[in-house]
Structures are given as structure tokens and as C-alpha cells.
């Protein structure tokens, strides 16, 4: 809903996404994603195209939406710090179903709102033309996951990094 796009921001397509970046901006790609885990937590040990280990809290915002705590808390996840910056917050991911002609999702079905949150990355799935990963977090896990989303259907939120110079 537009009234609610300002405080979970938006989900798209990925190929919505790919465009959602302003100039001199992209999508990340997964071993960006892992670079970044990396330098934050040298111990997770990251590795492209796989879970990155004790990780999610460094990427979770610690706030609070009409008094409840988004991210709640969980001994497994450990204590939120967000000392990534990214400031993720449980926006949850969609199922869009299909576009109308107006280019809205009239269809589109929301899911895991308080327990998850989920980012494109750049990277399209080898030998599944139809399929794209993206990372995600689940609020009772600790690691930071990477799942594979239908390019038109799935629904999950964009992080964008700056054109290298």
C-alpha cells in the first residue's frame, strides 16, 4: 500500500529491481553481500552462495513500529547491533502474482512481516532463466540465508551499492 511504503519501502520484481537503483548505483551482487559479512564478521567465514553464519543481528535495525518491536528477540540471533548499517527491518517478501496494466500487483499476496527480511542481489540463478537469488534473514536464526526467487513473481526489497569508480 502506498500509506505503508515509506515505513517497509517497496517489493519488487527482480526485474523491477534491477532498475530500482538511482544512477551511479546497482543491486549487489552475492559476493558483495559476502565481502560485506566478511568485513563486519571475519569469523563467519562467508562463502558466495551460501548461508553466512551468526551474522543476521550485525544486519538488524533495533526499532520499533507503533510501540512493538519489529525484530523480536531471540537467544539464537543474540543481540541486534546493525553494525553493518544496512539497518534491516522485518519488511517481510511477497508473492506479486500478476501485473495489471496499470503496472500494480493486484493479486499480490504479503508474507513474514515481523520475522523476515529479504534483499535481490544482482546474481540470476545458473541454467534457471526464470530464477534469481536473493539474501534473507529470519528473525530466530542467527545466519543470514540466501534463497532463489521466480524473477516476476517474488516480491522482496533492494539494498544498493555505489558504482565502483
Not at 551482487?29 to 551468526?54: C, H, Q, Y
Not at 540466501?146 to 522482496?156: D, H, L, P, V
Request: charged fraction near 25%; include cysteine.
Amino acid at each position: 500500500s502506498d500509506a505503508m511504503l515509506h515505513v517497509f519501502g517497496n517489493f519488487y520484481s527482480y526485474e523491477e529491481a534491477m532498475k530500482a537503483c538511482p544512477d551511479g548505483w546497482r543491486l549487489p551482487t552475492d559476493a558483495e553481500w559476502v565481502e560485506l559479512a566478511n568485513s563486519i564478521k571475519p569469523e563467519a567465514d562467508a562463502v558466495v552462495g551460501e548461508p553466512i553464519k551468526g551474522i543476521a543481528a550485525d544486519f538488524m535495525a533495533n526499532v520499533s513500529f507503533n510501540g512493538t518491536e519489529m525484530w523480536e528477540y531471540w537467544p539464537e540471533v543474540g543481540e541486534i547491533s546493525n553494525s553493518s548499517k544496512l539497518a534491516a527491518i522485518p519488511a517481510g517478501y511477497a508473492n506479486l502474482g500478476e501485473r495489471d496494466e496499470n503496472g500494480k500487483y493486484p493479486a499480490a499476496l504479503f508474507s513474514g512481516v515481523y520475522e523476515y527480511a529479504a534483499f535481490w542481489t544482482a546474481d540470476k540463478v545458473e541454467g534457471e532463466s526464470n530464477m534469481a537469488y536473493y539474501r534473507y534473514i529470519i528473525c530466530d536464526q542467527p545466519d543470514m540465508q540466501i534463497g532463489k526467487g521466480e524473477i516476476n513473481t517474488f516480491g522482496a526489497n533492494v539494498r544498493c551499492v555505489r558504482e565502483r569508480q
